[in-house]
């Protein structure tokens, strides 16, 4: 199954890990595998689908212009604890919603290809400017407003 401007299918399995916490034994979840669907399907994989929307492209462009860039793997749980793959995302505010509502989440380290990928879909559909408050490092008001005026006198 090949990926498409805006969809990504990737094989994903987890291993269930279990560590040691002073006297207590912590689960936690670990992506195993992360494959592009083109590759054969590894034991117990779940086929989940990495999509792009055009109303995350900010969220995008944040994400990949930080050293560390994350892909948010969202799973499902089950009554016995088991987590399942169930998508994946780019977008930390998708990320920060589903742990809001107690659904899993595992970030990731996103591949350089990825990367590349979700470059290529923001510059194919434009980039979205981003409130300063969002980028402090960036005067999103391109030197407008009162402290700018050059006729102010104070």
Known sequence: MQHTTNVWPMY???KKVEKQ????TSVQWEIEHLLPA???APDNATL???EL???ERASYRLNLDVDNAMLYLVCDETADGTWIPAALSA????AAGCLEGNTPVINLLMPE???CWIEAFITQHGEVEIAAHRRKHVDGRKNQGPSH???RRD
């Open 12 to 14: 994903v399995s987890l």
């Open 21 to 24: 916490v002073g006297r207590w």
């Open 38 to 40: 083109t590759h054969q």
């Open 48 to 50: 989940v689908l990495l």
């Open 53 to 55: 929307h055009k109303d």
């Open 91 to 94: 977008d930390q505010n998708v």
């Open 113 to 115: 290809a990825i990367a």
């Open 149 to 151: 005026d050059p006729l």
